[in-house]
């Protein structure tokens, strides 16, 4: 019948987000280390480029 069809093609579509829910979750996990080891290059990139412009005040 057609209610059955429409509730078949409701639970592939619910099973499908559900997957792609999952898939977003580990996908922000991924970005939030990304965001840590950007900061990180960050700080670094400051301290070295920070130390150099004391040098340059310096002479």
């Keep these: 019948t057609h209610l059955h069809s ?3 093609q409701l639970s592939a579509n619910l099973a499908d987000t559900e997957n792609l ?3 977003t979750s580990v996908q922000a996990e991924a970005m939030r280390g990304l965001g840590s080891w950007h900061a990180g290059l960050f700080m670094a990139a400051s301290k070295v480029l920070g130390e150099e412009s004391v040098r340059e005040e310096g002479r």
């Design 6 to 8: 429409q509730l078949a």
């Design 21 to 23: 829910l999952r898939m």
